[in-house]
């Protein structure tokens, strides 16, 4: 089984829509979470961390439920800007940082 | 500063050639990485290292060797290349925030 999993899309929606990924991880004991943008061919960029009492950034929310073991990130009032792929990224670490990621989830938003 | 550093951008091989991938930060950072990412697979680990000395192996880390002898680099080494190693290489560093900084990454083909 694949420590982080995510629905790779892509999800196609319209300037203005709202948007929400989920992912799920499989190592309960997971300590840190994140969300990354890649645009084609270039390297990932921290878009956000994940915290247990959730987060905001603009227009971009994050969630974690432990429980269930998944995170959600959010995007409200898409820009043509944000068309990316969002990485879901895990570190099951205690004490040192060891990074696993998701596939990945393609976004296209349109005119 | 310069961040993470990569080098080659580009490389071509033939089955059987050995060579090594460079990765260099300048921002004092503990921990490094290196990663391949292949079409929907995301990116995967194939080793990284908690400091200077010590490396420890990640997902994918047959075919690959690495050595970390100072904080600063962190080099992957290719000991005889095959096509299934065709792919885009990633470096990237962190330290205790765990927001890891990516390098520019390096393409590599293997015929």
């Known amino acids: 089984r694949k420590e982080v999993e995510q629905d790779p899309g892509p999800f196609n929606v319209p300037e203005g829509a709202t948007v929400a990924f989920n992912c799920t991880y499989s190592n309960s004991a997971s300590q840190s979470f994140f969300w990354y943008r890649q645009d084609c061919r270039k390297e990932p960029k921290l878009l956000m961390s994940v915290y247990s009492s959730g987060n905001e950034d603009g227009r971009f929310t994050a969630q974690l439920n432990r429980a269930s073991q998944y995170i959600s990130l959010l995007i409200r009032d898409s820009k043509l800007s944000d068309s990316a792929t969002y990485l879901c990224?895990?570190?099951?670490?205690?004490?040192?940082?060891?990074?696993?990621f998701g596939s990945g989830t393609k976004l296209n938003v349109k005119p | 500063n310069a961040g993470v550093t990569q080098t080659p951008k580009f490389q071509v091989l033939k089955t059987g050639q050995s060579m090594t991938l460079q990765c260099a930060q300048d921002?004092?950072?503990?921990?490094m990485s290196w990663y391949r990412q292949d079409p929907g697979m995301g990116l995967r680990l194939i080793h990284y290292?908690?400091?200077?000395?010590?490396?420890d192996q990640g997902e994918v880390p047959n075919g690959y060797n690495v050595s970390r002898s100072t904080t600063e680099d962190f080099p992957l080494r290719l000991l005889s290349a095959a096509p299934s190693q065709t792919s885009v290489y990633f470096c990237?560093?962190?330290?205790?925030?765990?927001?890891?900084?990516f390098g520019p990454g390096t393409r590599l083909l293997v015929l």
């Open positions: 990237a560093s962190s330290g205790s925030e765990e927001t890891q900084y």
């Open positions: 990224v895990v570190n099951p670490s205690y004490n040192f940082n060891k990074f696993y």
């Open positions: 921002m004092n950072h503990e921990y």
């Open positions: 290292s908690v400091g200077a000395g010590i490396t």
